[in-house]
């Protein structure tokens, strides 16, 4: 490979020559081995990423270069220290995106963390491993045209990904977990809350007996059915964050002497081969960023893009993939007219509510007391247990709206199914994101079924310039009224008896007279201030949706193959037509497995 580096013109990289170089991470463009034949380049090392580069290199023969934007994720604290996941959005390893205005947030903007490390986002989300109700993966399956995404197909993807492991506290978890739907062989590690909640943990069992049919336990909230009351389950092994890079780019896996990492470099654009046909042209070119150069490097058979919902969709934008007629406006020559770039981003609207307890024993005590904190940091330094080995949400509840509720006559049921939820709730025995100092009980809020939609577009040909990203929250008037029965289903399940003397007054972002206040005037108060505070869950997906080989919508096919190209695939969140009622984290993974197998079986 030959790198010729004139300022800010682009280079071609010839890539030719020997396959008898060893795998390696290497820390800029300009450390890779010049006589590497690369098959694949991935663009973006993150949650899909990572699977493929591995699953690919499984293959002795392909060679494989991964290449991330951003540095490498070890012995990081604030990234493996599951506790510290708050310091992570808006720190260095975060692109720091922000959204535009949101209208129906009054007009606020909401930081938008994505991960910008090895690993991507799941080396700074908050570790859930949830995996959404069976019909969410039927529905892609039926819009797609191909029953690969249904649920019975993908669990074996799941089941791939996942080894399920003890708590760091090695608690009995006989209850807690079904483990005929889990598997103890895959690469990610799983695990079951590791530090007891000795205020709330039991209360929310025993309310599960008190309260009804809408709040009965669930003894695996991953086995397809997630409605009810059940334990958390997290990405997280041995006490420490288990994320794309720290499984599947663990060091038995990067002696492989066919995978290459390359970090610090950005990828800008895919480019045509010259001379491809106008029809069909062929995309098996990455240009990325080496300092002020711009460089070019061909696969010969596939570039994939799995930099995420944003980067992805902001690459193939800056490509000219897109709306030919937007893309002029910029000055971005079109290459392929597909209008759907960009335009079914959607993300779960999160919101929270909090209440004064009468306990001492929450999560705010060690919260709020530096001298605890570094006492669990010195303990989980020695021996990985402690309060340090959890995010802090032990519990999750999901819900569905009652069938007979009055908004069903005005809007279409946006769920997947009648066994999919339209509410979450998260149960954290601290005051949550409120920010208040004293003794209080959290139950954030989200909705998984939305019906708004956003987009993701340019104001620049320059691909250095942030994308424009609007999740449109709230657009449609659904989901403002969900998170309004989000609010009045925390009320109800702080109302059963085994709250009574611990649950007090409530504390945020409501005062009690408004929180309290019954008809229409007190739901239009409580959606005041929702509007106030709602923000991401940050699960950006859709930008690059799929749709039927014959659809005359969508970006890629069922393949995952790019429409009207070859040799370009994307393989990350965007594709996802719909969002799944899941924290996005473990269906990527099970989509990226699928993905591996689809790419080799096409190449064999």
């Known amino acids: 490979m030959h790198l010729k580096l004139p300022s800010l013109l682009p280079v071609a990289v010839a890539i030719a020559g020997s396959r008898l170089c060893h795998a390696a991470l290497y820390q800029q463009l300009s450390d890779l081995p010049g006589n590497i034949d690369f098959d694949f380049i991935i663009a973006g090392g993150g949650t899909a990423g990572a699977v493929l580069a591995n699953r690919l290199s499984e293959v002795s023969r392909y060679q494989v270069l991964l290449i991330e934007a951003g540095p490498l994720d070890r ?46 986002s799941s080396s700074i989300n908050f570790m859930f491993y949830s995996r959404g109700s069976a019909s969410d993966y039927d529905r892609w399956a039926r819009v797609t045209g191909d029953s690969g995404w249904s649920w019975r197909r993908l669990l074996p993807y799941f089941l791939k990904n996942e080894r399920l492991v003890p708590p760091a506290d090695g608690h009995n978890t006989t209850g807690q977990f079904d483990p005929t ?83 610090n470099t950005h990828v800008t654009r895919v480019l045509p081969s010259a001379g491809s046909s106008t029809t069909r042209p062929v995309f098996r070119t990455v240009e990325v960023l080496a300092g002020a150069n711009r460089v070019q490097l061909k696969a010969k058979k596939e570039v994939i893009l799995s930099a995420g919902s944003i ?77 340090m080995t959890t995010p802090g949400i032990n519990q999750v ?59 993701l577009t340019l104001t620049s040909s320059n691909p250095l310039t ?44 409501f005062t009690e007279d408004i929180i309290t206040q019954e008809g229409e005037e007190g739901d239009e108060a409580v959606l005041a201030v929702l509007r106030n505070i709602t923000s991401t869950a940050w699960h950006p997906i859709g930008t690059l949706a799929m749709s039927a080989k014959d659809a005359g919508y969508g970006v890629v096919d069922p393949d995952l193959r790019v429409k009207g190209v070859v040799g370009l695939r994307v393989v990350d969140a965007s594709v996802m037509p ?11 993974y099970a989509i990226a497995e699928r993905a591996s197998d689809l790419i080799k079986t096409a190449w064999d």
Not at 81 to 95: K, T
Not at 245 to 260: A, E, G, M, T, V
Not at 491 to 497: I, K, N
């Open 578 to 588: 719909y969002i799944p009622a899941a924290h996005t984290q473990a269906p990527v």
């Open 311 to 387: 980067g992805s969709c902001h690459i193939l934008l800056n490509s000219g993939i897109g709306n030919n007629t937007e893309l002029s406006a910029l000055g971005i020559k079109p290459q392929v007219n597909l209008p759907s770039v960009g335009k079914n981003l959607t993300d779960h609207p999160l919101a929270s509510v909090t209440w004064r307890v009468s306990s001492n024993e929450t999560f705010d005590v060690f919260n709020n007391s530096p001298e605890l904190q570094a006492q669990a940091l010195e303990q989980w330094q020695q021996n990985k247990t402690g309060p």
């Open 466 to 509: 942030p994308p424009t990203i609007n999740p449109n929250f709230y657009s449609s008037p659904f989901d403002a009224q969900a998170m309004l029965i989000a609010v009045r289903s925390a009320q109800r399940f702080f109302a059963a008896p085994a709250w009574k003397d611990y649950v007090l007054e409530h504390a945020w972002p």
């Open 75 to 120: 012995d990081i604290l604030d990234i493996e220290v599951p506790y510290f996941q708050p310091r992570l959005p808006g720190g260095p390893y975060d692109w720091n995106y922000t959204t535009v205005p949101q209208p129906g947030l009054n007009g606020r903007t909401v930081p938008y963390a994505r991960g910008r490390v090895l690993g991507g």
């Open 181 to 263: 739907v889990h598997s103890r062989d895959g690469v990610t590690l799983v695990s079951l809350p590791s530090y007891n909640q000795t205020a709330t943990d039991g209360r929310t069992i025993e309310a599960t007996k008190q309260l009804g049919p809408d709040f009965r336990f669930n003894l695996d909230l991953n086995s397809g059915n997630p409605l009810g009351v059940g334990w958390n389950q997290y990405t997280v092994g041995n006490g420490k964050r288990s994320s794309s890079s720290s499984s599947y780019l663990s060091d038995r896996y990067l002696r492989r002497r066919n995978l290459h990492v390359v970090l």
């Open 397 to 455: 509840i999901w819900l569905r709206i009652p069938n007979d509720s009055p908004l069903w006559n005005t809007y279409p049921d946006p769920a997947s199914g009648r066994q999919s939820p339209h509410i979450e709730l998260a149960m954290t025995n601290s005051a949550g994101f409120s920010g208040l100092v004293g003794r209080f009980v959290t139950l954030g809020m989200a909705i998984p079924s939305p019906l708004s939609r956003g987009s």
